[in-house]
C-alpha cells in the first residue's frame, strides 16, 4: 500500500487491489523453471483462479501470439520476439485495466519490432484495454497510438499532446510511408529536438553539430 496519495480508475480507488495494472519492462521478467504456458499462468494462479479456466484462457492468448507448439518450452529456448509476446499475453491473461509498457522493445532488432507492433496493435483490437506506452521511438509511438504525450527536460513534465488521426486498424508496414504520418512525424520531432538540446550540454551539442552536421 502506499505510503500517501491514491490512485483512481473510472473514479474508483485501487489502492492496494491486485490486478489493476499489467507491467511489462524492457528486460523479460519469465521465470526461467517455468513452461511458456506455466508462466503465461502465473497471474491467474496468484488470483487463485480454477486450472481449466487458467488453461482455457492461456491457450487463446498463446493461439493468438503464434507461440502455439511452444507451450510446454522454457525461456531460454524462445527467441527475444517470443519471450516479448509472451510478457505481453501473462499480463493480459488476468484482465488488468490498464497495460503499462515501460520500452518493451528497446532491445530488439527494427523487423522483430515491426512484428510485435503488428501483434500488440491486434491484441488492442481484441482486448480494447487502454495502453500507457513509454518509448524513445518516435516511429512506434506513432505507430501505435492515439494520443502521444511528449515529455519535457528534466525535471520531466507533460509539454505537449498530440493526436494521431490516423484510422484503424493500422497497416504497420504501409502507415510510415502516408503523408499524414510524415507530417505528424516532423510536427512532433521537432518540439522533441528542442527538449534533446536543452538536455544535453552544450559541449557535446556543439560537437556532434560539427561532426554530424547537425541533426
Known amino acids: 500500500k502506499p505510503t500517501h496519495g491514491r490512485v483512481l480508475v473510472n473514479q474508483q480507488s485501487v489502492n492496494g487491489r ?36 487458467r488453461q482455457k484462457r492461456v491457450e487463446k492468448l498463446i493461439s493468438q501470439v503464434g507461440l502455439n507448439g511452444f ?17 505481453m499475453i501473462r499480463i493480459l491473461a488476468y484482465n488488468p485495466d490498464i497495460l503499462f509498457l515501460d520500452e518493451p522493445f528497446a532491445a530488439l532488432d527494427v523487423q522483430t519490432r ?36 511528449l515529455m519535457t527536460a528534466r525535471p520531466a513534465t507533460i509539454k505537449k499532446e498530440y493526436k494521431v488521426p490516423l484510422p484503424r486498424p493500422r497497416p504497420t ?9 510524415q507530417e505528424l512525424h516532423k510536427v512532433i520531432r521537432k518540439d522533441l529536438k528542442e527538449e534533446v538540446i536543452k538536455d544535453k550540454p552544450a559541449h557535446l551539442i556543439s560537437n556532434r553539430i560539427k561532426n554530424e552536421g547537425g541533426f
Not at 18 to 41: H, I, S
Open 18 to 53: 491486485f490486478g489493476w495494472a499489467g507491467y511489462m519492462t524492457q528486460v523479460d521478467t519469465l521465470l526461467p523453471w517455468r513452461t511458456v504456458k506455466e508462466n503465461a499462468e502465473i497471474g491467474l494462479e496468484i488470483r487463485e483462479v480454477p486450472k481449466p479456466e
Open 173 to 181: 508496414y504501409d502507415l510510415q510511408i502516408t503523408e499524414e504520418f
Open 71 to 87: 507451450e510446454n518450452k522454457y525461456p531460454f529456448e524462445i527467441s527475444g520476439g517470443m519471450k516479448k509476446r509472451l510478457d
Open 114 to 149: 515491426e512484428f510485435l507492433h503488428a501483434d500488440i496493435l491486434r491484441l488492442w483490437e481484441d482486448y480494447k484495454k487502454t495502453i500507457v506506452f513509454v518509448t524513445h521511438d518516435l516511429v512506434e509511438a506513432i505507430t501505435l497510438s492515439d494520443r502521444v504525450f
